[in-house]
């Protein structure tokens, strides 16, 4: 047999790696933690930092009574039960646990900053104080803090297989390192655009819009590991896009209440302002796929960045596309259409033109009697569509902000092949994995718990194999 290097091996440094690499450290294992980049941190450093759970300190301090039971129903109702309990519970169970250790740790997430990031009741969308840096840099700190060898600028490139007795190792830079166990955190395949038009097509149904926001290095590398070992890959078509009116490749999460959505039947469909985690499904549902976003010639001229946000444009975090000199520059592209009449507007745009007029007609008197009668927007932030000319610009759900497809997992984050079967002596957590985010994004923080809890788990699951 080859020497041993390491009880466990992690390949990838971002949230559930960094997390797996200190589990299993403080299981007693030796451990060797892996990435490609010259730094650990991965995606989660460039997230917004937002972690879904309930039953927190953060919310009891709120006064608000959530728990595990309330968030799994909440999960597998949003997903239509198209999602494996078993994993989904698990998530639910430990959300809140794993916040608390990271509040431990030493990261804030800070009562004001709680907020409801999905379409839940009560706020489940803990915001990390410095977003996902505030995270990484304190289990960075974590990493250091232990006897963790940390191997960076290393891409592993095949794992070691033994048949029988599984995966005992990795090869990288043409070099073998042994070891008991090994954990596979090397995040999505966003930057993959052969992986994306293979696992989600969706995501490349867009051509050039489609552009993916994460860390370079995420190019499907632990899908591709674990399936050269006999690892099944699930959650086919899974992710989140986010919506874009593609003026720049840049990230857009909020948009203004006075643009009005309509559809190719010239009909509104949902709340403009509705949260990201639902959007991207609803505009994606729509005939042809995508929506447009209507506004008048006052609302033009009154453009002006949301003074809610006014760190993250100043930081470039987010696009300012809906102020009047991006307005009028993208006019100049024909990005944004121009007619003097609904009519003209919806034959340029191939929206059904007596439709849309009915439309208009219902959303201007809403805005005059101060409520929206169909999808309860709220009404301060409303603007009538009255003065032409009148402005329509495509929306698509074409930004890539993370993969779920993946290696096929169970509670205990073993990698099942296809017949259920543990490949031995391998783990997998986060975006590496597929089956634990359903179809529906439940909120924003639904990735960042799965790679903290998932993550955990794996640690301790692959320090266990060791014999730790
Ligand atoms: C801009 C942005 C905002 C987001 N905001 C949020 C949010 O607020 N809340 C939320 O829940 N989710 C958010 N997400 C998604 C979320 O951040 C990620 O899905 C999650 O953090 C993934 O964690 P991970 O540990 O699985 O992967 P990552 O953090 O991406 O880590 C994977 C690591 O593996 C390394 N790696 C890759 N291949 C190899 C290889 N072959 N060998 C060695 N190393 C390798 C990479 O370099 C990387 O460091 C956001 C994503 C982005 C891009």
Redesign the pocket.
């Known amino acids: 047999m080859a020497e041993q290097d390491y009880d466990v091996i992690v390949?990838?440094?971002?949230?559930?790696?960094?997390c797996a690499a200190i589990e299993a450290a403080d299981a007693g294992a030796s451990v060797l933690l892996?990435?490609?980049?010259t730094r650990?941190?991965?995606?989660?450093?460039?997230?917004?930092?937002?972690?879904?759970a309930a039953g927190s300190s953060v919310q009891r301090a709120l006064g608000i009574d959530d728990g595990p039971d309330a968030l799994f129903e909440y999960y597998m109702t949003l997903n239509q039960y198209r999602v494996e309990a078993s994993l989904a519970r698990t998530l639910c169970n430990h959300a809140a646990d794993d916040l608390e250790w990271l509040i431990s740790l030493g990261v804030a997430f800070r009562p004001e900053d709680l907020y409801a990031s999905g379409v839940e009741s009560v706020p489940r969308g803990h915001?990390a104080h410095g977003?996902?840096a505030g995270i990484?840099s304190v289990l960075d700190r974590e990493v250091s803090r232990r006897p963790i060898d940390v191997a960076l600028d290393?891409?592993?490139?095949g794992l070691i297989h033994t048949g029988d007795g599984g995966v005992r190792g990795i090869r990288?830079g043409g070099t073998d390192v042994h070891a008991q166990a090994v954990v596979l955190?090397?995040?999505?395949f966003?930057a993959n655009p052969h992986l994306l038009h293979k696992h989600y097509p969706e995501a490349t149904a867009h051509g050039d819009w489609t552009w993916?926001?994460?860390?370079r290095?995420?190019?499907g590398?632990?899908l591709e590991?674990g399936a050269a070992v006999g690892a099944d890959i699930v959650g086919h078509n899974r992710g989140?896009l986010l919506t874009t009116p593609n003026f720049r490749k840049e990230?857009e999460v909020f948009v203004p209440g006075w643009l009005v959505y309509v559809n190719r039947e010239g009909r509104r469909f949902i709340r403009e302002t509705a949260e990201y985690a639902v959007m991207s499904g609803a505009v994606k549902a729509q005939t042809g796929g995508s929506c447009f976003a209507l506004f008048d010639d006052v609302a033009r001229a009154e453009a002006r960045p949301d003074p809610r946000f006014a760190d993250a444009f100043a930081s470039g975090t987010l696009s300012l596309n809906w102020v009047t000199d991006t307005l009028d520059e993208q006019v100049r592209t024909g990005r944004v259409i121009q007619a003097d009449t609904l009519d003209d507007l919806a034959t340029r745009c191939g929206i059904r033109p007596g439709s849309l007029t009915a439309t208009v007609e219902r959303y201007n008197a809403d805005c005059a009697a101060g409520s929206d009668s169909m999808f309860f927007k709220d009404a301060a932030v409303m603007k009538p569509i009255s003065q032409p000319p009148f402005h329509a610009v495509e929306i698509r759900p074409a930004i890539v902000?993370?993969t779920s497809t993946g290696l096929r997992i169970d509670r205990h984050a073993t990698v099942l092949d296809g017949r259920d079967q543990p490949v031995n002596g391998l783990f997998a957590?986060?975006?590496?994995t597929g089956g634990v985010l359903g179809e529906r994004y439940i909120g924003?923080?639904?990735?960042?718990?799965?790679?903290v809890v998932f993550?955990r788990i794996a640690g301790r699951s692959a320090a266990r194999a060791a014999g730790r």
Not at 154 to 157: D, F, L
């Open positions: 390949v990838g440094g971002g949230g559930a790696g960094m892996i990435d490609a980049d650990l941190g991965g995606s989660t450093a460039l997230s917004g930092g937002v972690y879904y915001q977003h996902g990484t290393t891409r592993v490139e990288a955190a090397s995040g999505g966003g993916y926001i994460g860390s290095h995420c190019q590398d632990g590991l989140l990230l902000c993370l957590a986060g975006e590496t924003g923080g639904n990735s960042i718990a799965n790679a993550g």
